[in-house]
């Protein structure tokens, strides 16, 4: 062998130093030949070697080849091709077909390890160490990506050699989770993408090119040692192209023998158990060899578009990770839009290019469908969130690559990451989802020009949940469909101060408000009620708080954005209500005004003015009709009735200086004031009680005709019935006060509807569904109670509204109960259940049965009316009481005439120096003390039990006293009755009895609890007659 021997056996010393193994040449001897100690030294210092020795390999290659001898008078000889660092199949002794051991083939793949290696090692003392020590130049951070990749895969292919050798330590116990290969197989194609994705972004971009044109001193030294270690390459290219060929040809040539050697593995003898193993390592290399391929044949058509492109172009185009995909120079295929010279795909944009000029899409933001018999049968449709234009191909093979290529290519876009391979990989044929969650900035004229879009997609345009802000400040958030706002969202919109905004929280359809909504403007106003088409329409409350100018409460119905038809308006500077017709903004037609100090009036109004005559009630009880001023001053002709029955008739008028004056009769000869004059209702015949809350209640109906459908749900209850507890806290649900109220839980209404049919579990469901702000039942109870509260307390609070009040509770239950059977109906056919039973015909009374459900919600106010209306009553009522409480209990029996045997007088007991004559509030204590708790509840049901339970108690007693059972008749039950009022001394009793005998349930009628409560208005009333008796004998007496 001569020289070549000489030159092997320097090698070898030099691989020891380094603690590594010599490559094998084609026909030289083994490096066990050349060296006695070689094959244990290797393995002592494989065992213990560290980083800092493996990195010495790279510069005792560098020696070697500044050491090695040229021939002829110092000059270095041409390198030895059997020097080259990495091996053909028969350099590694493997030939096809040929079977090896598990043994021989780890020490083939060791032997491949460790010469890598000790390429890896001169590739960075020769190369990408001077080039990182020459200084800055063109792309750098890319190259310090490719150099840590590279020193990446340098210390997995040193672990690979580490492990192996390790194995060595016992052969007969090598097995395949000794081959790191294998077991880190996904770790050693994550490292190889890597680096092949970054060394093809640096070719991309012309990097060593400019790297090779460095003119640094640090270079030019190496450049010797440079040339020398590239001529193994290619011994006529240009350094640019050698770089090339050195950073991906050797590693290529790695993946090649590491897919040999494991189909060699995979095919020998008694590996069964891990044969799955090593079947995936091997499928996954030969992937990546595919993937390798494409990555560097992408690269070049890449590299050589952007040379043959223009600096305008290119400057604004060119990014490292950025892979032509397909050019229509390649594959002709023409834009739609007319203005395209030429179409290129890249991974990640879509780009039109005509003369100097280019239009780019972004891919994430592309949909592709086969476009329809108009736009011609070779024809892509592309989507995009301001255009849709079509590629036409010539022929139905371009039209169908085309069309894969960009779906592809859209798919792996929005997967953040290529296929592997890239064409090849398991989402081949797959379409990307049309839903999408991306950013955009609309450019385009039109409502979203500089908008900014943040959120779902479908089909190019905004899809689901999304965020939209403009530059001026407005935003929206929410739910979009097919481009528009669409479903619940908020929307702020600044104010032309500029310093604060109008806040719409609502439910939207089509890109318009529409539904229920919530509005805090910037001026402090807030409006909570019903929009279509941007503009309040329906039910809706508008308030202009306390603090603010000019403070009021609308309550009402409104039309086109305006206060039109039946609604409240409470003037908070005025202290005055008005309850009546609205046209256009304006008070118009029929209109009941309460004020503050108690006066009532009732006028007709045109336009917002008082027209013809109307009716004044006065606080003293007077009444006026005839034609009146807004300050309430008479003015015409008129009538005025005083409270003690005179009368004055004629023409009034009113003078600043003189005051009041009037032409008229006077007439004295009347009697007391006629009952039902004092006592005038307004408003029934003005304002049917049908016709109030007309738009209240068509948006429940409305619901329901819709089949309880989720859309027309939202619009009805304000929100989306899946948002989060914590949004519907932020969001303020529809007229829910919500304080510390806990959210209450979502069910399914109709499911739930139709496991409570019977009568037992009717009045326990409805009962919960009104108590759940969620329910739509207990949403309408809510909006009535508002709606009912705006008319009748606080300002409203007046007597002559009563019959007003009462009829429209009454119509609540009906309108309630007609909801609930449509609910039931629809929850019926949904599940295809039997026709439900008609309720004409049914025993339940549904409007009796939901009225002492819904009543707590109105009672307060309601009893407030009966409190006014029955106020002169209950005041002689309390007289009367006062005064017989002041009676002993036998001389009060004695006095209402109960008979002596049914005076309870052993229940007496007296102290030594009391007389039982003297003894107060000693009989019938229990009768008495369960008829007070007829203030406790506000059922009517229930007020009349307590009456049942009263009646028993003194039956019981008497029952006690005569030794045998008794039920007394009402002659003998009156006076009792009397005693036990006079003794419980219950507080506006009038205004209890009455308000039972209007609400109490017909069916009770002329039974024990008719009976009862007959009994207990005849104990009021004769208290009342007995006060008034003893009144007027006193003022005869006087007189």
Known sequence: MGDNSE?????????????????????GPGPEELHPHLRRGTRERGRHASRGEARSRGRAEALLLLLLPRGGGGARPAPLRETRPWHTLADLGLLPGQDMSLVELASLLLRTEETFSAYLARINSVILTPLLQSGSFENLDLFLRLNE????????????????????????????????????????????????????????????????????????????????????????????????????????????????????????????????????????????????????????????????????????????????LEDSQNLAVLSSTGRSDRVLLFNDILVLIQGSSFQSFDLRLVWVEAAGRDAGKCAVRIITPEEEFFLLAKDAKAQAVWQWKVNQAVRQALNGKRDFPLWCGDGEGSDPLSCRHFSFTFRAEGKLKNAAYEGEWCLGKPHGKGTLMWPNGRNYVGDFKEGLEHGFGICLIPCASGDCYDCYKCHWQEGKMSGYGICEYGNEMVYKGYFKDNLRHGFGILENPSSAKGPFKYTGHWENGKRSGYGIWDDHERSERYIGMWHEDQRHGPGIVVTQSGGCYQRMFHMDKMVGSGILLLEDNSVYEGNFTPDLTFIGKGKLTFPNGFTLEGSFANTSSQGLQTQGILNTAGEQQDEQMCKLQLGQKEFPVEMRWEGLFSQFQEFIHSGCHRDTEEAFMGFHVQTSKELRKSQEYLFCQRENEEVPVKVDILEELTAHQDQGTLQNYLEQAFQNSLHPLGKLLKMLSLAFQATYSTTGASRHLLTMAQEEVKHYAEKIWEFYLGLRRLALERKGGPCPEDPENSELNGPNAILPLILPCFYPDLFMLYMLYHEKEDDLYCQGVVELSQESDVKLLEFLDVRKHFWPLKDLTL?????????????????????????????????????????????????????????????????????????????????????????????????????????????????????????????????
């Open 911 to 1039: 102290t030594k120096h009391q007389r039982r004559s003297l003894v107060k509030d000693r009989c019938f204590l229990s009768a008495t003390d369960c008829l007070r708790n007829l203030i406790t509840t506000v059922d009517p049901r229930e007020k009349l039990d307590i009456l049942q339970k009263t009646y028993d108690e003194i039956a019981k007693t008497i029952s006690r006293l005569l030794g045998e059972e008794f039920n007394p008749s009402m002659d003998d039950l009156l006076p009792l009755l009397m005693y036990v009022v006079t003794r419980a001394r219950i507080q506006r009793l009038g205004a209890e009895l009455h308000l039972i005998r209007d609400l109490m349930d017909p069916t009770s009628s002329g039974g024990m609890h008719d009976f009862l409560l007959t009994a207990l208005e005849s104990c009021y009333a004769l208290i009342q007659k007995e006060i008034q008796y003893h009144q007027s004998w006193h003022a005869s007496q006087n007189s």
């Open 7 to 27: 030159l092997f056996r320097l090698r070898a010393s030099v691989w020891l130093e380094a603690g590594t193994r010599p490559p094998v040449a084609a026909g």
């Open 149 to 324: 990749h590279f020193h990446l895969l340098w210390d997995l292919t040193e672990e690979s050699c580490r492990t192996l050798k390790q194995s060595f330590g016992s052969p007969e116990c090598i097995s395949v989770q000794d081959f790191y290969l294998i077991w880190k197989a996904d770790l050693f194609l994550d490292r190889y993408i890597q680096y092949f994705s970054t060394f093809a972004s640096f070719a991309v971009v012309q990097g060593f090119e400019h790297a090779a044109r460095i003119k640094s001193e640090v270079w030019k030294s190496h450049k010797p040692a440079l040339q020398q270690f590239l001529a193994d390459f290619s011994l006529d290219a240009s350094v640019a192209v050698a770089l090339h060929m050195v950073l991906h040809k050797p590693f290529r040539d790695q993946l090649q023998q590491y897919t040999l050697i494991l189909s060699k593995l995979q095919g020998s003898p008694g590996q069964c158990p891990e044969n799955e193993t090593i079947s995936y390592a091997s499928n996954k290399f030969a992937k990546l060899e595919s993937f390798v391929r494409q990555v560097l044949d992408e690269a070049g058509l890449t590299r050589g578009l952007w040379k043959s492109l223009g600096h305008k172009f290119t400057d604004v185009l060119r990014i490292p990770e950025r892979r032509l």
